[in-house]
């Protein structure tokens, strides 16, 4: 297993995310920054995306989203690794996670792996 296929451990997640620019503030994670790695963390496991992949994943994430209104819905499609990403932030709202993934199904897609943190 390369070393981007390779899971980490929560305590490792922790530790790296604080050495990268968006999750740091002076070396140590906020508690939001902490609650959405640990559930990305919790989430990950399919599509054979390990802990450096998944970690660079959360970390663009977190950056794009840092100035969002709270109010408001971004989405974006990019590609990261060869993997396309669909990614959708804004207020938790009641199905979306189901309307999204029935509509990526009716095109004909699979998704290898999705992070809901909340």
């Not at 490792?12 to 140590?28: I, T």
């Not at 209104?69 to 690794?81: C, D, F, K, N």
């Not at 309307?99 to 009716?106: H, L, Q, R």
Request: hydrophobic content about 45%; proline content about 5%.
């Amino acid at each position: 297993m390369d070393d981007a296929a390779r899971p980490f451990a929560i305590d490792d997640v922790f530790a790296q995310a604080a050495k990268l620019p968006a999750f740091a503030d002076k070396g140590a994670l906020s508690d939001a920054a902490r609650s959405f790695l640990e559930q990305m963390h919790d989430d990950a496991g399919g599509g054979g995306l390990g802990g450096e992949d998944a970690l660079r994943i959360a970390h663009d994430f977190w950056s794009w989203t840092a100035n969002k209104p709270a109010a408001e819905q971004w989405t974006r499609l990019r590609t990261e690794g060869g993997r396309d990403l669909l990614e959708i932030a804004g207020p938790d709202m009641p199905f979306l996670v189901r309307s999204v993934m029935g509509e990526v199904n009716a095109q004909g897609l699979a998704a290898l792996a999705l992070f809901h943190p909340i």
